[in-house]
């Protein structure tokens, strides 16, 4: 009895401890979920974009623009306008692609592309300010300061693996600078969000 | 040792040896297909075969119902990769996998002889280019890491575009990356047992398995998650299972009731143990003949022949009932025998006439009645009275009790009012007459078909309803003509005439369509000058696509793909199913998806005017065979009456006596058809049938009726007897027809009403002095 006693008091106390620290975090301290906290939009919002893909079967970056937006909570649409007009729009589970090249409109879901979904949830997660969802698909790491940060996303799972190695977003504030995807067998591609693009 | 003597050691003998051979020779099938008619043309028949054993036999359709949607998703993952894990399945389906493979190195080394894009300008300088510039963008997808291998050796992306028409359209929803139903509520799969659906012994183990699998799943799910399982498959082991249950049940009841009744009736043992003799003799030596006849006997045949036989329990009671203190059974017998005789040969010329049905269940079920019942008959006649012992004398009859039926032979007229007013009723009603669906006589419950038609629905695996057959003398001959009629196809497709197809040739096009590809593919300089001028300004490493131009130029010499090259593959049995060689000849069936209306599209068919094409509604084929085979019976049953009314005429020597013979059974055949119409069910094939075995009873009973008996005790006798044959036999199809099994309730209900419609017909025709006392 005794002893059990002893054992309640010590739980108590790790207990005060935890809480302790909680409530430090969400004071001042620079973590992860202080800068979602900073990213997260609030209404929609749509920002141009520059991106570069580097390829082993190609001698120099193919560069694309367009405009990225994103309608909370889960629509998130990508925009190419050049070199051809091509449309990404994920909404909940699904993505619809269209190309004016090909020609072609599809649907599918983001289910059929295991890859694809940690990809999306990527920035969807980010942009919602999801902090659980992020952690769930990826280890993320975060570096630097609340002027001048980096976060690394990691996926954990396997078949997210398969197209993505890791995810290094980095940028100033709630506003982020730059996405960097590399892909295992070392391709990337690095998108810059333009600054003065109405959000 | 006296003859009679010997005559029962005989016997005896061939009854052990009869019932060695009945328990270790016969089989006993319970496949309703071998049932089945079989067409009456080579492709009609070809045709059934397939279809019963072919592809859409084989599918099975799954679904797991009864949680949330990411449960039913997690589980049918799991589930899947269990099914996959037993080996029974060619294919195991739930929308988690791409068309993974083994087949993938079959389509990729022959991509330039499969792919449907190659024609004249494949590889010109501006398709290269238009190519290559969707690489690019494929390269700056997200999926590009899926796609990059592929792009030096494939850059026309011809990979891609064989495996998007292979897998097919017409898929269902997915959610967390498998197949839902609409509205979420269950999780859908699709496998293809190695087995044949109609194989219902090998399905049953399967999907025993199946749910085993399932349950152990469950273990940690909730309770309410449960399995729903439907295909050709789950239809063939319901209605094995029905059948064996029913046949079983069903005879072990109709048996203990007429031994029962004849217990009561009579108050004997000996009597009711007697009244077995002939009745195991004749089913002994019915399935004998059934098997050396057929090689196997059905369940249903024996287990309604069993029942059917219960009349031949009529002819010791005939004996019976004339057993009195002044003769000794053989004399009895020798002096009812010439009634008895035409009674036993115009019955068993009305079963003779199933022999000509054609259709092998009433064939089957024709033996087995003829060989049961002239053996039973034989029994009695020659056999039985041995048996009988001296002393045995049944419970004497009150000799009076028949002035009590009197006024029945008042009321002839009523007869030809019964006949007028059923007739009137079959007229009038709002029952069709004839029963027109196939379907209709499926021992598989309307619940269970309910929920495969919507099953099918959500899983867009329509059941093969509507078939292209296209023949031809070599396998090429047949590729190539279904290369024709893919091109017909094709806008009928896109106009919506009819929803899909699923062509063997898209799988395997044909020889000289692969040749033709091949020649298509320009020559190793050419190809590399076009493919120089295509990538001026595009940014792809020099010397990317040297594996391309190695691809293509060994395209040119390769021999075309044949259908060899699908062995042990997920497409083998697809293929399998599409097209066959049967005797010498080769068919490909191209299976239709959802025609809106069929007499336009067998209009547009017939319009092509392509002799090696035809299109076959099989629902409409089967459903016509039915009819067919039903107006063929009736046909049968109607020279059949004809021939007793002959046989009838010369053995009694006289055409005065048909009347009262031939009129009850007349007016209860009217009578029960009016009756079957009044209970919300039509004719079909079973119910003409069983009019055969209603013909013979009447006889039966009419003759007995009918003949001269001297004693007041005689009478009352014989009257006994019929009233106790009767009885006997509407107890026995009475509970035939509360059986669940279609062909059974319809022969148990229209034999119960005939034979009791026959018995007071004849009653009532009967002699003037027949009832009355002295």
Same mark, same amino acid.
């Given at each position: 009895m005794t002893f059990g006693n002893r054992l309640?008091?010590?739980i108590a106390g790790c207990g005060f401890v935890l809480v302790g620290v909680a409530h430090n975090a969400s004071g001042s301290a620079w973590t992860v979920e202080t800068l979602i906290g900073l990213i997260k939009v609030q209404g929609e919002s749509s920002v141009a974009f520059e991106e570069a893909t580097y390829s082993s079967l190609l001698t120099e970056p193919i560069i694309s623009r367009g405009v990225l937006r994103f309608v909370p909570p889960d629509k998130l649409e990508k925009i190419v306008t050049a070199p051809s007009h091509e449309r990404y729009v994920v909404e909940g589970d699904r993505v619809t692609f269209e190309s004016e090249r090909r020609g072609i409109k599809r649907t599918v879901s983001l289910d059929d592309y295991p890859a694809l979904r940690s990809f999306v949830e990527a920035f969807r997660s980010s942009l919602a300010g999801d902090v659980v969802q992020l952690r769930n698909i990826y280890e993320v790491t975060m570096e630097g300061t609340r002027g001048r940060w980096t976060l690394l996303l990691r996926p954990h799972e396997s078949s997210g693996k398969s197209v993505v190695d890791y995810i290094l977003l980095s940028g100033a504030e709630g506003r982020i600078?730059?996405?960097?995807?590399?892909?295992?067998?070392?391709?990337?591609?690095?998108?810059?969000?333009?600054?003065?693009?109405?959000? | 040792m006296s003859r009679g003597h010997g005559i029962a050691m005989l016997w005896v003998l061939l009854m052990a040896a009869g019932m060695w051979l009945a328990a270790t020779q016969v089989a006993v099938h319970s496949e309703l297909a071998d049932l089945l008619p079989e067409g009456t043309t080579a492709t009609q028949r070809l045709l059934?075969?397939?279809v019963r054993s072919g592809l859409a036999g084989r #599918? +099975?359709?799954? !679904?797991?119902e009864g949680g949330a949607p990411d449960e039913l998703a997690q589980a049918s993952r799991e589930f899947s990769e269990r099914l996959r894990a037993t080996g029974h399945f060619t294919l195991v389906e739930n929308g988690a996998q791409d068309v993974r493979f083994r087949e993938g190195d079959l389509i990729f080394e022959s991509r330039y002889l499969l792919s449907p894009t190659i024609g004249r300008d494949a590889f010109s300088r501006d398709s290269l280019r238009r190519a290559l510039e969707q690489r690019l963008d494929d390269l700056r997808s997200p999926l590009a890491p899926l796609v990059k291998a592929t792009i030096p050796a494939d850059p026309t992306g011809e990979f891609f575009a064989i495996l998007s028409a292979w897998s097919g359209d017409d898929r269902p929803e997915k959610h967390r990356g498998v197949w839902v139903s609409k509205d979420r509520s269950k999780a859908l799969l699709l496998v293809e047992t190695k087995a044949a659906g109609f194989d219902a012994d090998a399905q049953a183990t399967i999907h025993q398995e199946i749910r085993?699998? /399932?349950?152990?799943?469950? !273990? !940690?799910?909730? &309770?309410?998650?449960?399995?729903l399982m439907t295909g050709a498959g789950v239809f063939a082991v319901e209605a094995k299972q029905t059948i064996e249950k029913e046949v079983w049940r069903l005879s072990t009841a109709a048996a203990a009731l007429v031994l029962l009744f004849l217990f009561a009736s009579y108050r004997s043992i000996t009597l009711v143990l007697l009244s077995l003799i002939p009745l195991t003799a004749g089913v002994m030596a019915g399935m004998l003949a059934v098997q050396g006849w057929f090689g196997f006997i059905h369940g249903i045949t024996l287990g309604f022949g069993i029942t059917l036989l219960g009349v031949v329990d009529d002819y010791p009671i005939h004996l019976f009932s004339h057993l009195s203190s002044r003769g000794s059974a053989p004399a009895v017998m020798h002096e009812i025998w010439p009634t008895m005789r035409i009674g036993v040969l115009t019955t068993a010329i009305g079963f003779a006439a199933l022999l000509f049905a054609g259709f092998p269940a009433l064939t089957q079920l024709g033996v087995f009645a003829v060989i049961g019942i002239l053996t039973a008959a034989a029994v009695t006649r020659w056999v039985l009275p041995l048996f009988v012992p001296d002393w045995f004398l049944p419970r004497p009859i009150s000799p009076a009790w028949p002035s009590r039926l009197e006024p029945l032979t008042r009321m002839k007229p009523v007869i030809p009012a019964v006949i007028v007013l059923a007739c009137a009723t079959l007229l009038w009603s709002h029952t069709p007459l004839w029963e027109a669906e196939l379907a209709g006589l499926s021992p598989v419950s309307e619940a269970k078909r309910q929920l495969d038609r919507q099953m099918r629905e959500e899983l867009g695996a329509p059941d093969v309803r509507d078939l292209l057959v296209i023949e031809g003398q070599t396998d090429e001959n047949v590729l190539q003509y279904a290369e024709a009629v893919e091109v017909k196809l094709k806008p009928l497709r896109d106009s919506g005439v009819i929803g899909g197809y699923d062509l063997v040739t898209n799988y395997l096009p044909s020889r000289r369509t692969q040749q033709d590809r091949q020649s298509h593919l320009p020559e190793q300089s050419v190809l590399m000058h076009n493919l120089d001028q295509a990538l001026k300004g595009l940014p792809f490493t020099p010397g990317l696509f040297? &594996? /391309?131009?190695?691809?293509?130029?060994?395209?040119?010499?390769? &021999? &075309?793909?044949?259908?060899? !090259?699908?062995?042990?593959?997920? /497409?083998e049995a697809r293929l399998a199913s599409l097209m066959f060689e049967h005797r010498g000849s080769w068919t490909a069936v191209v299976p239709l998806r959802r025609i809106e209306d069929r007499r336009q599209f067998a209009d547009i068919v017939a319009g092509w005017n392509v002799a090696a094409v035809t299109y076959v509604d099989l629902k409409?084929?089967?459903?016509g065979l039915m009819r067919a085979y039903r107006d063929r019976?009736?046909?049968?049953?109607?020279?059949? +009456?004809?021939?007793?009314?002959?046989? #009838?005429a010369i053995g009694l020597r006289s055409f005065n006596q048909l009347g009262p013979i031939l009129s009850p059974i007349l007016g209860a055949s009217a009578v029960v058809a009016a009756v079957v119409n009044l209970s919300g069910e039509s004719l079909s094939l079973f119910h003409i049938a069983t009019f055969l075995l209603v013909i013979g009873l009447g006889l039966d009973y009419a003759l007995f009726f009918n003949r001269p008996e001297g004693t007041e005790e005689g009478r009352s006798r014989t009257l006994y007897g019929l009233l106790v044959c009767s009885t006997t036999t509407m107890l026995v199809f009475g509970v035939l027809a509360g059986s669940s099994i279609p062909v059974l309730h319809a022969i148990g209900m229209t034999a119960a009403v005939g034979s009791f419609c026959c018995l007071l017909f004849a009653g009532i025709m009967a002699k003037k002095g027949l009832y009355a006392s002295a």
């Amino acid at each position: 009895m005794t002893f059990g006693n002893r054992l309640g008091s010590v739980i108590a106390g790790c207990g005060f401890v935890l809480v302790g620290v909680a409530h430090n975090a969400s004071g001042s301290a620079w973590t992860v979920e202080t800068l979602i906290g900073l990213i997260k939009v609030q209404g929609e919002s749509s920002v141009a974009f520059e991106e570069a893909t580097y390829s082993s079967l190609l001698t120099e970056p193919i560069i694309s623009r367009g405009v990225l937006r994103f309608v909370p909570p889960d629509k998130l649409e990508k925009i190419v306008t050049a070199p051809s007009h091509e449309r990404y729009v994920v909404e909940g589970d699904r993505v619809t692609f269209e190309s004016e090249r090909r020609g072609i409109k599809r649907t599918v879901s983001l289910d059929d592309y295991p890859a694809l979904r940690s990809f999306v949830e990527a920035f969807r997660s980010s942009l919602a300010g999801d902090v659980v969802q992020l952690r769930n698909i990826y280890e993320v790491t975060m570096e630097g300061t609340r002027g001048r940060w980096t976060l690394l996303l990691r996926p954990h799972e396997s078949s997210g693996k398969s197209v993505v190695d890791y995810i290094l977003l980095s940028g100033a504030e709630g506003r982020i600078a730059t996405i960097a995807i590399r892909s295992p067998d070392g391709d990337r591609a690095v998108m810059t969000l333009l600054p003065g693009a109405p959000r | 040792m006296s003859r009679g003597h010997g005559i029962a050691m005989l016997w005896v003998l061939l009854m052990a040896a009869g019932m060695w051979l009945a328990a270790t020779q016969v089989a006993v099938h319970s496949e309703l297909a071998d049932l089945l008619p079989e067409g009456t043309t080579a492709t009609q028949r070809l045709l059934l075969n397939q279809v019963r054993s072919g592809l859409a036999g084989r #599918l +099975l359709l799954l !679904a797991v119902e009864g949680g949330a949607p990411d449960e039913l998703a997690q589980a049918s993952r799991e589930f899947s990769e269990r099914l996959r894990a037993t080996g029974h399945f060619t294919l195991v389906e739930n929308g988690a996998q791409d068309v993974r493979f083994r087949e993938g190195d079959l389509i990729f080394e022959s991509r330039y002889l499969l792919s449907p894009t190659i024609g004249r300008d494949a590889f010109s300088r501006d398709s290269l280019r238009r190519a290559l510039e969707q690489r690019l963008d494929d390269l700056r997808s997200p999926l590009a890491p899926l796609v990059k291998a592929t792009i030096p050796a494939d850059p026309t992306g011809e990979f891609f575009a064989i495996l998007s028409a292979w897998s097919g359209d017409d898929r269902p929803e997915k959610h967390r990356g498998v197949w839902v139903s609409k509205d979420r509520s269950k999780a859908l799969l699709l496998v293809e047992t190695k087995a044949a659906g109609f194989d219902a012994d090998a399905q049953a183990t399967i999907h025993q398995e199946i749910r085993q699998i /399932f349950d152990s799943l469950l !273990a !940690a799910r909730p &309770p309410s998650v449960h399995l729903l399982m439907t295909g050709a498959g789950v239809f063939a082991v319901e209605a094995k299972q029905t059948i064996e249950k029913e046949v079983w049940r069903l005879s072990t009841a109709a048996a203990a009731l007429v031994l029962l009744f004849l217990f009561a009736s009579y108050r004997s043992i000996t009597l009711v143990l007697l009244s077995l003799i002939p009745l195991t003799a004749g089913v002994m030596a019915g399935m004998l003949a059934v098997q050396g006849w057929f090689g196997f006997i059905h369940g249903i045949t024996l287990g309604f022949g069993i029942t059917l036989l219960g009349v031949v329990d009529d002819y010791p009671i005939h004996l019976f009932s004339h057993l009195s203190s002044r003769g000794s059974a053989p004399a009895v017998m020798h002096e009812i025998w010439p009634t008895m005789r035409i009674g036993v040969l115009t019955t068993a010329i009305g079963f003779a006439a199933l022999l000509f049905a054609g259709f092998p269940a009433l064939t089957q079920l024709g033996v087995f009645a003829v060989i049961g019942i002239l053996t039973a008959a034989a029994v009695t006649r020659w056999v039985l009275p041995l048996f009988v012992p001296d002393w045995f004398l049944p419970r004497p009859i009150s000799p009076a009790w028949p002035s009590r039926l009197e006024p029945l032979t008042r009321m002839k007229p009523v007869i030809p009012a019964v006949i007028v007013l059923a007739c009137a009723t079959l007229l009038w009603s709002h029952t069709p007459l004839w029963e027109a669906e196939l379907a209709g006589l499926s021992p598989v419950s309307e619940a269970k078909r309910q929920l495969d038609r919507q099953m099918r629905e959500e899983l867009g695996a329509p059941d093969v309803r509507d078939l292209l057959v296209i023949e031809g003398q070599t396998d090429e001959n047949v590729l190539q003509y279904a290369e024709a009629v893919e091109v017909k196809l094709k806008p009928l497709r896109d106009s919506g005439v009819i929803g899909g197809y699923d062509l063997v040739t898209n799988y395997l096009p044909s020889r000289r369509t692969q040749q033709d590809r091949q020649s298509h593919l320009p020559e190793q300089s050419v190809l590399m000058h076009n493919l120089d001028q295509a990538l001026k300004g595009l940014p792809f490493t020099p010397g990317l696509f040297r &594996p /391309f131009l190695a691809a293509v130029e060994s395209a040119r010499r390769q &021999p &075309p793909l044949e259908r060899k !090259a699908f062995q042990d593959t997920a /497409f083998e049995a697809r293929l399998a199913s599409l097209m066959f060689e049967h005797r010498g000849s080769w068919t490909a069936v191209v299976p239709l998806r959802r025609i809106e209306d069929r007499r336009q599209f067998a209009d547009i068919v017939a319009g092509w005017n392509v002799a090696a094409v035809t299109y076959v509604d099989l629902k409409q084929e089967s459903n016509g065979l039915m009819r067919a085979y039903r107006d063929r019976t009736f046909v049968i049953v109607v020279c059949g +009456l004809l021939v007793i009314s002959i046989v #009838l005429a010369i053995g009694l020597r006289s055409f005065n006596q048909l009347g009262p013979i031939l009129s009850p059974i007349l007016g209860a055949s009217a009578v029960v058809a009016a009756v079957v119409n009044l209970s919300g069910e039509s004719l079909s094939l079973f119910h003409i049938a069983t009019f055969l075995l209603v013909i013979g009873l009447g006889l039966d009973y009419a003759l007995f009726f009918n003949r001269p008996e001297g004693t007041e005790e005689g009478r009352s006798r014989t009257l006994y007897g019929l009233l106790v044959c009767s009885t006997t036999t509407m107890l026995v199809f009475g509970v035939l027809a509360g059986s669940s099994i279609p062909v059974l309730h319809a022969i148990g209900m229209t034999a119960a009403v005939g034979s009791f419609c026959c018995l007071l017909f004849a009653g009532i025709m009967a002699k003037k002095g027949l009832y009355a006392s002295a």
